[in-house]
C-alpha cells in the first residue's frame, strides 16, 4: 500500500462502522502527519447544532504530558502507548450563546461526540487505531493541556497509533430489541 491509497481509502461506510474498533495496545511507530490532518478535518466537519462548532482539539504528543493523561484517565496506562492522544474538548459557552442551557447542556455534548465519532471513523478508514476514553477526571485533563478550565470541557481522550492487537468484535445487541418500528 502506498500513501495515495493511505491518504484515499475506499471502504462501504457500514463495512468500515462495523470493522472499526477500540484498540489499547499501539505501536510506537508514528503516523504522517497528513493522516493527523485529515483526522482534525474530520473532526472539523462534524454536524454542529446551528453550525456553531463548540469544539476544541488538542494534540498531544509530549510524553510527560501523555503521563499525567494516564494518570488524569484513573490510570489507564496503555494509552500512553499511543504516538498521539487527542483531547476533544467541548465549548458549552458558545453553544448557550445560541441556545441557553439546551446548548450548552446537550448540543455541546452531542456535537463534540459526532466530531469524536468522526475522528475515530476517519482513523479507521486510513488503517489507524483509536479508542474513546471518557473515563477521565475532567479538572487535571483540562490543566494538562492548558485548557481555559471555565469554558472548555474535555469530553474524550483519544489515543491514536498503529495497533498492536486486533480484538475481538464484541457483541452488539440486535436490531429487533433495539428499534421500533411505528408504521
Ligand atoms: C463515552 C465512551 C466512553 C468510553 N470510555 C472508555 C474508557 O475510559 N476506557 C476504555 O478502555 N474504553 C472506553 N470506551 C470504549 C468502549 O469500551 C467500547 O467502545 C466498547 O467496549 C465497544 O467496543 P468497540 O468500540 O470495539 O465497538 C468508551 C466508549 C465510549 C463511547
Redesign the pocket.
Given at each position: 500500500m502506498n500513501a495515495g491509497d493511505l491518504l484515499q481509502p475506499t471502504m462501504d461506510i457500514l463495512d468500515l462502522i462495523k470493522k472499526?474498533?477500540?484498540v489499547?495496545r499501539f505501536k510506537d511507530d508514528p503516523f504522517p502527519p497528513a493522516l493527523l490532518t485529515r483526522l482534525l478535518e474530520a473532526g472539523q466537519s462534524a454536524p454542529s447544532a446551528g453550525n456553531v462548532q463548540p469544539w476544541r482539539f488538542y494534540v498531544v504528543r509530549n510524553r510527560e504530558k501523555k503521563e499525567q493523561l494516564c494518570d488524569a484517565?484513573l490510570g489507564?496506562m496503555w494509552i500512553c502507548s499511543a504516538p498521539v492522544v487527542i483531547v476533544v474538548c467541548a465549548e458549552p459557552e458558545r453553544s448557550r450563546i445560541s441556545y441557553g442551557r439546551r446548548g450548552s447542556e446537550l448540543y455541546a455534548l452531542q456535537d463534540t461526540a459526532a466530531a469524536i465519532q468522526n475522528i475515530l471513523l476517519t482513523a479507521a478508514a486510513a488503517g489507524l487505531a483509536t479508542?474513546?476514553?471518557?473515563?477521565?477526571r475532567e479538572e487535571p485533563a483540562a490543566r494538562i493541556i492548558g485548557a481555559n478550565q471555565q469554558n472548555m470541557r474535555p469530553v474524550?481522550l483519544i489515543p491514536i497509533g498503529y495497533a498492536a492487537e486486533t480484538?475481538d468484535?464484541?457483541a452488539k445487541r440486535p436490531l429487533h430489541e433495539i428499534v421500533e418500528y411505528l408504521d
Open positions: 472499526r474498533r477500540s489499547r484517565a489507564q479508542c474513546w476514553v471518557g473515563a477521565f474524550a480484538p468484535t464484541p
